[in-house]
């Protein structure tokens, strides 16, 4: 009976989350047809600016006339995750009249542990959609204008020549060399800020004289050497710390400041609570995008000078044969009915202590050929009491493309052996789905 | 160990994750004929402190894309990038930048 009417209200809670959303829609797209362009600024601000912006309009360095020129201020933002959603909230909170947001993303729960702007409910919706109610819930009166898109070659010009400032909050290189170098033919300052782990990076590109991101770097860095948040973690509130100042940065371009962060890189140390000043070389005339003669005069393909997707999702790798791989189904069948064979897990040893398949053990990728791994190896391999004929090893890892590096090094390593050895085909990610649901996705 | 150079070599952005997951490494040079350049601390780190996977920090005589090497919280484009002459007590930093966000 009680399930019953579990199910009833479920049922009607659904229904009215749908009407709900076409509703918000409804509103969005008139709000949208109504605010076309960000909302010029008054001469005067009316009584509920100076009722809801009294607090800074009276610092000096604002005043009215600062107020005045964040309310016809337009700041694109690219990226709705860890840096963008403090970066966004900040800017609307100081009443910035025109945000745009740029993300092709949904929300996923493992966002919310950093992106804050999105809730529970969330998941599932875009990410310029989650953001941008709720920075309207923050202030209704700000023209948030979604790009629910990827930024690309085809599309980036047009997007970023209607802003006066851009704030980077992407995650991934090959979208920062795209940005840097749009920014730079539209003559654009772009305030650029990264996080991984427990450190922070932020400075100001393009900017009065200031370097470009290819001043600093004129070579994209080899792509086994780029660890995304996924893969390295990251402590929420460190992209939050930089994001937060990612906001303060531009507005000091909008308030024509003099001490922004342009020609200097600022490091965040979450762990020793530091922030360190490095002062950067100037422009480079010599450069290929702000150089005296620049080569690069109009937007080229940036996954292929980077060698990576422009995202910081992980691509299926394939190093090894069909044969080479076992599914879910059969690991289950052999390793953990029949009790065969031997299970090395080559995640690190957080991720390992996290979850693991019982019976596995551990060996992270980058130990996988150490003499002591090695011997290790050989020695479980001796204790296996099965018979000597087809000996296998299994290499397991999240998603399945680590597994498949070590496979390599391990049949090297092994191949005085005579051992059968594989991976699992879709790591993890595959195990949870057709064995064990109980075992965490992440 | 008289007449060596003391300096401070600190990594950072994940660099450090080649020397042993240690951000601070006090280290003294030993007394050479030449000046001690960065051009030739690379290969005394490499030889000395880095742990692994030398092609993640080094790509010929320099640091490989994307690492920016800062001597006293400058740029060494600014001190003349390898032919930097180390002083006593200077302070290098080899930082990996950041792409997350």
């Known amino acids: 009976m009680t399930q019953k009417i579990i199910e009833d209200l479920e049922i009607e809670i659904a229904g009215l989350e749908k009407i709900l959303r076409s509703k918000k829609l409804e509103l969005k797209n008139l709000r949208e047809s109504v605010l076309t362009s960000p909302p010029k600024a008054n001469k005067r601000l009316t009584k509920e600016d100076i009722e809801r912006f009294s607090?800074?309009?009276i610092i000096p360095a604002i005043g009215c006339k600062g107020q005045m020129a964040l309310t016809a201020a337009s700041v694109?933002?690219?990226?709705?995750?860890?840096?963008?959603?403090?970066?966004?909230?900040?800017?609307?909170?100081?009443?910035?009249?025109?945000?745009?947001?740029?993300?092709?993303?949904?929300?996923?729960?493992?966002?919310?542990?950093?992106?804050?702007?999105?809730?529970?409910?969330s998941i599932g919706m875009p990410k310029v959609s989650s953001a941008s109610e709720a920075l309207k819930r923050l202030y209704s009166k700000t023209n948030i204008v979604e790009y629910k898109t990827q930024l690309r070659s085809s599309n980036a010009l047009d997007i970023v020549s209607k802003y006066d400032v851009v704030v980077d909050a992407t995650d991934n290189v090959a979208t920062r060399y795209l940005l840097n170098?749009?920014?730079?033919?539209?003559?654009?300052?772009?305030?650029?800020?990264?996080?991984?782990?427990?450190?922070?990076?932020?400075?100001?590109?393009n900017y009065n004289g200031s370097p470009c991101y290819r001043c600093l770097f004129p070579k994209p860095p080899p792509p086994e050497t780029v660890t995304n948040c996924g893969d390295g973690g990251v402590l929420g509130v460190v992209p939050g710390v930089i994001g937060v100042l990612e906001a303060l940065e531009a507005i000091k371009i909008v308030l024509g400041w003099t001490g922004v962060l342009s020609g200097q890189l600022l490091l965040f140390s979450a762990e020793s609570g530091t922030?360190?000043?490095?002062?950067?070389?100037?422009?480079?005339?010599?450069?290929?995008?702000?150089?005296?003669?620049?080569?690069?005069?109009?937007?080229?393909?940036?996954?292929?000078?980077?060698?990576?997707?422009?995202?910081?999702?992980?691509?299926?790798?394939?190093?090894?044969?069909?044969?080479?791989?076992?599914?879910?189904?059969?690991?289950?069948?052999?390793?953990?009915?029949?009790?065969?064979?031997?299970?090395?897990?080559?995640?690190?040893?957080?991720e390992f202590d996290m979850c693991a398949i019982p019976h596995s053990i551990n060996v992270p990728l980058k130990n996988i050929d150490d003499p002591s791994t090695v011997n290790k190896i050989k020695g479980l391999l001796q204790n296996d009491d099965s018979h000597q004929e087809n000996l296998s090893v299994y290499v397991v890892c999240r998603r399945g493309n680590d597994s498949q590096k070590a496979v390599l090094k391990l049949q090297e390593i092994l191949r005085d052996?005579?051992?059968?050895?594989?991976?699992?085909?879709?790591?993890?990610?595959?195990?949870?789905?057709?064995?064990?649901?109980?075992?965490?996705?992440? | 160990?008289?007449?060596?150079?003391?300096?401070?070599?600190?990594?950072?952005?994940?660099?450090?994750?080649?020397?042993?997951?240690?951000?601070?490494?006090?280290?003294?040079?030993?007394?050479?004929?030449?000046?001690?350049?960065?051009?030739?601390?690379?290969?005394?780190?490499?030889?000395?402190?880095?742990?692994?996977?030398?092609?993640?920090?080094?790509?010929?005589?320099?640091?490989?894309?994307?690492?920016?090497?800062?001597?006293?919280?400058?740029?060494?484009?600014?001190?003349?990038?390898l032919d930097y002459e180390i002083e006593a007590k200077d302070t290098i930093l080899f930082i990996s930048t950041l792409h997350g966000g």
């Not at chain 1, 694109?76 to 403090?86: Q, S």
């Not at chain 1, 052996?417 to 949870?432: F, Y």
């Not at chain 2, 040079?29 to 092609?55: A, S």
């Open chain 1, 55 to 57: 607090r800074q309009i």
């Open chain 1, 76 to 121: 694109l933002i690219v990226g709705a995750g860890g840096l963008g959603c403090p970066a966004s909230q900040y800017l609307t909170g100081a009443g910035v009249g025109c945000i745009g947001l740029v993300d092709y993303d949904d929300v996923e729960c493992s966002n919310l542990h950093r992106q804050l702007l999105h809730s529970e409910e």
């Open chain 1, 181 to 205: 170098d749009a920014c730079v033919m539209l003559g654009k300052p772009l305030v650029s800020g990264s996080a991984l782990r427990l450190e922070g990076q932020l400075t100001v590109y």
């Open chain 1, 275 to 350: 922030f360190r000043n490095i002062r950067l070389r100037g422009r480079n005339p010599g450069c290929d995008a702000c150089g005296d003669a620049p080569t690069i005069t109009s937007l080229i393909d940036y996954e292929q000078f980077c060698g990576t997707k422009a995202t910081d999702k992980d691509t299926a790798l394939k190093l090894l044969a069909r044969e080479q791989r076992i599914s879910p189904e059969t690991l289950n069948e052999i390793f953990i009915c029949k009790k065969k064979g031997l299970l090395i897990d080559v995640r690190n040893s957080e």
């Open chain 1, 417 to 442: 052996q005579n051992l059968v050895i594989c991976d699992l085909e879709g790591g993890l990610h595959a195990w949870s789905k057709k064995i064990d649901a109980s075992f965490p996705v992440y």
């Open chain 2, 1 to 81: 160990m008289a007449g060596g150079l003391k300096i401070t070599l600190e990594f950072g952005g994940g660099a450090e994750l080649l020397f042993g997951n240690s951000k601070k490494h006090e280290v003294t040079l030993p007394t050479c004929d030449k000046p001690w350049t960065i051009r030739n601390l690379l290969p005394w780190i490499k030889d000395n402190l880095l742990k692994e996977r030398p092609e993640l920090f080094l790509q010929g005589e320099t640091v490989r894309p994307g690492i920016l090497v800062l001597v006293n919280d400058a740029d060494w484009e600014l001190l003349g990038q």
